[in-house]
């Protein structure tokens, strides 16, 4: 367990041993305010397939804030921990977009098809500051740009201590930021034991499932022998390095065999309830049946 306040809800599920219950949602503030008054541990804004919009992520995070329970506790930090899944895929190298989201405030930030140990090492560089070469836990080597002003009040730090506690887990043990890549190619199947070997600060792997099963030939067969052995293979894998494996579609009906499985990021999509219509649907269909 960490011996620090942990201000990132899926780190603080991860050192507890435990599973961190996470979904992802657009970049709107009514699905923001939602989402913050769920029971998840994380976030994930969802502008890979839809717009990369900062200036709607910024205020997203803004209305993530409960002023109330701001005064119950006395900490800024969401009690959901914001995320971005970024538009650009790995082999991009645009490290400018993770800038833009960690000067927001969000504590994690997940790169999709990250195939090689380059593309990883250049995820993780992109959400660390630079120090001084020799410095401990020096590689990957920072490239983020210091701009920290709007991030560190809004995880409610100065400047000195949001430096302290902005860097990449688990490379620094105090650090908030988690990186994670989707492992959604057969590229980076077969890439991932090099990848996890030789890039420390990748803390989660996600398995796109849907661009996997793509890249296998066998799209959004989930159920395919193909695609389930890829996704058993690369869970393996995790399990083996000590990294978090995640599952981006979890339901209902699959959460019991995925948690028995070992996964312990569990991504679902929130989904708007309408019971009442659908009740009121029925009884029309009722009533019409009885005429």
């Given at each position: 367990?960490?011996?620090?306040?942990?201000?990132?809800?899926?780190?603080?599920?991860?050192?507890?041993?435990?599973?961190?219950?996470?979904?992802?949602?657009?970049?709107?503030?009514?699905?923001?305010?939602?989402?913050?008054?769920?029971?998840?541990?994380?976030?994930?804004?969802?502008?890979?397939?839809?717009?990369?919009?900062?200036?709607?992520?910024?205020?997203?995070?803004?209305?993530?804030?409960?002023?109330?329970?701001?005064?119950?506790?006395g900490?800024?930090?969401?009690?959901?921990?914001?995320?971005?899944?970024?538009?650009?895929?790995?082999?991009?190298?645009?490290?400018?977009?993770?800038?833009?989201?960690?000067?927001?405030?969000?504590?994690?930030?997940?790169?999709?098809?990250?195939?090689?140990?380059?593309?990883?090492?250049?995820?993780?560089?992109?959400?660390?500051?630079?120090?001084?070469?020799?410095?401990?836990?020096?590689?990957?080597?920072?490239?983020?740009?210091?701009?920290?002003?709007?991030a560190?009040?809004y995880?409610?730090?100065?400047?000195?201590?949001?430096?302290?506690?902005?860097?990449?887990?688990?490379?620094?043990?105090?650090?908030?930021?988690?990186?994670?890549?989707?492992?959604?190619?057969?590229q980076?199947?077969?890439?991932?034991?090099?990848?996890?070997?030789?890039v420390?600060?990748?803390?989660?792997?996600?398995?796109?499932?849907?661009?996997?099963?793509?890249?296998?030939?066998?799209?959004?067969?989930?159920?395919?022998?193909?695609?389930?052995?890829?996704?058993?293979?690369?869970?393996?894998?995790?399990?083996?390095?000590?990294?978090?494996?995640?599952?981006?579609?979890?339901?209902?009906?699959?959460?019991?065999?995925?948690?028995?499985?070992?996964?312990?990021?569990?991504?679902?999509?929130?989904?708007r309830?309408?019971?009442?219509?659908?009740?009121?649907?029925?009884?029309?269909?009722?009533?019409?049946?009885?005429?």
């Amino acid at each position: 367990m960490s011996e620090i306040p942990r201000l990132n809800g899926a780190i603080r599920a991860f050192e507890n041993g435990t599973t961190a219950l996470t979904a992802f949602t657009v970049s709107e503030i009514t699905a923001a305010q939602a989402i913050d008054a769920a029971g998840y541990d994380a976030v994930v804004f969802e502008m890979e397939h839809n717009p990369f919009n900062v200036n709607v992520l910024r205020d997203c995070l803004q209305y993530m804030i409960d002023r109330r329970r701001v005064a119950q506790s006395g900490s800024v930090a969401p009690s959901v921990t914001p995320m971005v899944r970024l538009p650009a895929n790995g082999v991009e190298r645009n490290q400018w977009m993770a800038k833009q989201v960690l000067d927001m405030g969000v504590y994690g930030v997940l790169w999709p098809h990250v195939c090689t140990v380059e593309d990883a090492q250049a995820a993780v560089a992109a959400c660390r500051y630079s120090r001084p070469v020799g410095s401990p836990n020096f590689d990957p080597a920072g490239q983020r740009g210091d701009g920290p002003g709007i991030a560190a009040k809004y995880w409610g730090l100065t400047q000195q201590e949001y430096y302290s506690r902005a860097d990449v887990w688990p490379i620094d043990p105090k650090g908030e930021i988690l990186v994670g890549m989707m492992c959604e190619k057969v590229q980076a199947w077969k890439n991932l034991p090099d990848i996890l070997d030789q890039v420390p600060g990748i803390g989660l792997v996600i398995i796109g499932e849907g661009d996997l099963s793509q890249d296998l030939g066998f799209p959004r067969q989930y159920d395919h022998p193909k695609v389930v052995e890829a996704m058993n293979d690369i869970l393996r894998i995790c399990q083996e390095k000590g990294v978090i494996c995640g599952h981006p579609h979890v339901n209902p009906n699959n959460i019991d065999g995925l948690m028995d499985q070992g996964y312990r990021w569990l991504m679902a999509s929130p989904t708007r309830s309408f019971t009442a219509l659908e009740k009121g649907r029925k009884r029309l269909a009722a009533a019409e049946a009885a005429e």
